[in-house]
């Protein structure tokens, strides 16, 4: 039971390039969250979604574009990348149940900008 | 902005004596969570109060909620080395979970 799985886990982008990461978890769950940590930031939410097929814009969501094609993955893209992205990102999933229950995360994608 | 803010931002204890820290929230809420990072690592859950609850026991952690005054504080008691690490405040509210900005633990053996 692997849970929360983020690929990849390291990445160097140049300014301008483009990447997906990619989350996946297999408890069959409804909620996914994408976020990112800087230091002194605490973890601010970026993109979410609540079923497959549907995103929604968290506090952050400039600069990114998210995709929930199958209920398993929710994917986070960059398509122009910017220094200011550089940040440590995390994926996170809950199952619905009213939403009193835990989110379970992934172990995070360290993104560096140059 | 971010929904909650926990205080202090950094913590110092020695082995063994009770940690304790807050957080502050701004709007409506399900319900509140505590998770813990250890450095460079994924958040854990530890501990969930819904919002109808007061206080929540879970082995050497105590969560309070007071909805009225928007905040929740955790208490780690008998601290070990262990326990060093960051702590983070989080709202679920309908599908959202907002997080605060964190308190850094440090235990000292």
């Known amino acids: 039971n692997a849970g929360v799985t983020q690929t990849p886990k390291f990445r160097v982008l140049k300014t301008g390039q483009s990447m997906t990461l990619l989350c996946a978890q297999d408890m069959n769950h409804e909620y996914m969250y994408w976020y990112r940590q800087d230091p002194g930031m605490g973890l601010r939410l970026i993109h979410y979604?609540?079923?497959?097929?549907?995103?929604a814009k968290g506090e952050v969501p400039d600069g990114y574009n998210v995709s929930r094609l199958k209920k398993q993955n929710f994917l986070l893209g960059l398509e122009s990348a910017a220094p200011s992205q550089t940040s440590v990102y995390f994926c996170a999933s809950l199952a619905r149940r009213g939403m009193n229950t835990e989110a379970f995360f992934g172990q995070g994608t360290r993104l560096t900008v140059v | 902005s971010q929904q909650g803010e926990e205080d202090p931002q950094a913590l110092s204890i020695q082995e063994g004596e009770n940690a304790t820290m807050n957080c502050s929230y701004k709007t409506s809420i399900n319900n509140l969570q505590w998770y813990r990072q250890n450095s460079g690592r994924g958040l854990v859950h530890l501990i969930l109060?819904?919002?109808?609850?007061r206080e929540k026991h879970s082995g050497r952690l105590r969560v309070t909620l007071d909805t009225s005054k928007k905040s929740s504080s955790l208490l780690i008691t008998a601290s070990r080395a262990a326990d060093t690490a960051s702590y983070f405040c989080?709202?679920?509210?309908?599908?959202?979970?907002?997080f605060g900005t964190g308190t850094r633990l440090t235990i000292i053996p």
């Open positions: 979604s609540v079923g497959e097929g549907t995103t």
């Open positions: 109060i819904r919002s109808n609850e």
């Open positions: 989080a709202t679920g509210f309908n599908e959202k979970l907002t």
